[in-house]
């Protein structure tokens, strides 16, 4: 049965961030929900290297996988969540979660990566604190004569 809805503009309804870079990882689509999560405009984000959001110290990592999709035409992460930190447009750093998806050209080559984003910094902060608590209690506890 045919579809009765217009998905034209599902990339920028979406609440979550859409990002897709071409084949040297330069970004081509920025929807408004990356804007809100980075901090960077559409006209500031597009053309740029995905570096714009990715922190030094993880770049090499990052781009290292990168390139080997590119090559290979495939990810793990199409159906498992990768999380990883990244940088808002301020400096401060986020904890993102997201998936990614192959994108291919009319001939069928890799043409680049999809990648549907989620902040989830306030989420990551709170299982730390949590972390930390249990840990003080644990503490506590095996400070505690029997």
Known sequence: MPSTFDVSGLVDAIGDGVVISDREGLIVVWNPAAERIFGFSEAEALGQSLDLITPDRHRRRHWDGYHKSMSTGTTKYGADVLRVPALHK????LSIAFTVGMLHGADGEVSGIAAIIRDETVRWE???RLKRRVSDLE????ATPA
Request: cysteine-free; charged content about 45%.
């Open 90 to 93: 301020d400096g401060h750093q």
């Open 139 to 142: 503490a506590e506890l095996s």
């Open 126 to 128: 709170e299982e730390r």
